[in-house]
């Protein structure tokens, strides 16, 4: 996408400082958006600028709830198309449903595939998202994408930490990819650690292991933190081996209901996050990244 001519930026309600930085990066202009909730809930969304030849760009994350902010955001890629835009790129920096890729029990919806299927009907010409959780949810739905990866961010902003003899933790075997990254990164060592979720109940049991942590710094990284009951047991596990001091980090903070507390309760010292989802913790910003790969 040329940027900036021709180019103009639509700032969904759950993204607006990010879209913002985005539109600094790029040097284009923000479209105006009216929105409001009538009387009986139903989402009221006006354009005020003409987009007729434009390429959009439309920045809406999805974080909770996902249910209402995927609704404006199939509302801001159809108003935009039906205004006569010439191309519209979808940022999406956090992809709800992405962790339904299949049917894991019989008669399940695969919710994530038909959210892109949603996507490609409204008109989007691409998405653009951020360490989604499962890239498979785009398989055979015809949308383009791209998935940027903002773990380097998180590794860059640790390097101004000065941690004693550090050592990253994957939560689970899913998160082994993001703290290798971080780990070599950072020029330290790493281990991971395994679970078991049950598919009925949603209970996690995390596999204890001996790690060498007395007195060491450990930063525990994930993509995603929702209920936090994944990082819980990561946290917890570290702390009684004796860790000096335990930071969280990861991509997409959700911290779902009491997800900081309990985190913090079971002995990390700070949790940061992007700003994919807006939030006090959200200390690095996708900005750059995404305005980047949208230059390019």
Do not use: W
């Amino acid at each position: 996408m040329d940027t900036p001519d021709n180019t103009v930026l639509v700032a969904g309600s759950a993204s607006q400082m990010l879209a913002v930085r985005i539109a600094r990066v790029l040097g284009v202009n923000i479209v105006p958006v009216s929105s409001k909730l009538f009387p009986d809930g139903e989402l009221y969304i006006r354009l005020l600028s003409s987009l007729n030849g434009r390429k959009v760009i439309i920045v809406q994350s999805t974080p909770p709830p996902q249910n209402s902010n995927l609704l404006e955001l199939f509302f801001l890629i159809n108003t935009a198309v039906e205004q006569g835009a010439e191309k519209v790129v979808a940022v999406v920096p956090y992809f709800a449903y992405a962790r339904q890729d299949k049917e894991f029990l019989p008669g399940e919806a695969v919710s994530g595939r038909y959210v892109c299927r949603m996507l490609r009907h409204c008109g989007a010409d691409m998405v653009v998202t951020v360490n989604i959780h499962n890239r498979r949810i785009f398989d055979g739905t015809g949308m383009p994408f791209i998935d940027l990866n903002a773990v380097p961010l998180i590794a860059e902003h640790f390097k101004n930490f000065s941690l004693k003899n550090p050592m990253v933790l994957a939560p689970d075997e899913g998160a082994i990819e993001e703290g290798k990254l971080v780990s070599e990164m950072l020029g330290c060592s790493f281990a991971f650690l395994k679970k078991e979720r049950d598919k009925h109940t949603g209970e996690i049991v995390t596999e204890e292991k001996q790690m060498e942590l007395k007195g060491r710094d450990v930063l525990v990284i994930d993509d995603i933190i929702s209920t936090g009951g994944t990082m819980v047991n990561a946290v917890s596990i570290a702390a009684r081996q004796g860790a000096r001091n335990i930071y969280v980090a990861c991509v997409h903070p959700l911290l779902v209901g009491e997800a900081r507390l309990r985190i913090l309760s079971a002995g990390a010292k700070e949790i940061v996050g992007t700003d994919s989802v807006p939030s006090d913790v959200s200390l690095i910003s996708l900005a750059s990244l995404i305005a980047g790969a949208l230059k390019n």
